[in-house]
């Protein structure tokens, strides 16, 4: 330890450092006076970055280089399971509760019913890193920033999640609890499943697959080759426009609304009072309808079948 700087021998004395966080050659500094701790910034060759089991603010920055650069700060208790690691091709950032599991609900919704709950209370971190890199989040509460990734993103959080990305290749998102997601558009698939009272704005996007258990409400720009929806609860769907196959799947009384488009095939199935209004060219759409939910389509091609004893209104006619 002849070569260590003042920085991590000061945190070494004040017993802040993990393990993990030496294997990674961190440097440190403690303000004693404002009981805060701060890390890096440390820098990865890597090609990668992912989080597993988060609380607080992550802020990626979206800049022309080759690596990527890790940097933290935070209350000196709540840094102290403060974790980076790197391992092959990934760096990845986790924060952990004492005695907590990301699996264990209780803890996730106990932060989500918290109305004392502020991120600001947990490590804040800045990653720099290139467009392009792959990121993958597990186990998210809080804050979230990101520019234009334009790469692949999957995200999953819980409880109090509030996440603004720029545009993405893929978005693959999980979340569950009070969350609040807007992206940007995504040049390909978009797969996301959204649990409890989840709002989730996504710009244009190649094809989705939804699923909405709760009261969710997610809002979709034009989406170009492909709808399917599973809602069940009282969530809302709201589409600018579709393109190409479109499959619906209601049970309660939840809503899908899209403005306009072209279904290659629509097909409608309804379990409670949902209703489902497409403003578009349906071809051959095929309608079930248990309870008392309605379907409406502007215009549609083919044949059109109908079954269940709620409405089907068309608009200006086949």
Known sequence: MNGMNSSLKMALATGTVSVALLAAGATWAQDGADETTSFGPQTYQVE???VDGFVGTIELIVE??????VSAHGPA???ERFEVDESGDRVEVSYRERDFRWNDWSTWLGWWHDTNFDPED?????????AGTPVDVEGMTGNFTAGDLNST???????SVDATVGNVRSFDLSVAGAADIRVGDVSGMADISVSGAGDVEVGSVESVSLSIHGSGDVNFG???????VAISGRGDVDVASVNGPVGIRLAGSGDVDIES????SFDVSIAGSGDVTFRGTAVNPDVSI??????YIERYEGRLSHSGMGDVNIGSGS
């Open 122 to 130: 947990y490590p804040s971190v800045t990653v720099r890193l290139p």
């Open 64 to 69: 022309d280089r080759a690596d990527i650069e």
């Open 290 to 295: 248990a309870g008392s939910g309605d379907v």
């Open 48 to 50: 990668e970055f992912d």
């Open 153 to 159: 993103l999957a995200f999953g959080g819980a409880g």
């Open 77 to 79: 208790d709540r840094m």
């Open 222 to 228: 034009d989406v170009r080759d492909g709808l399917d």
């Open 261 to 264: 488009g072209y279904a290659t």
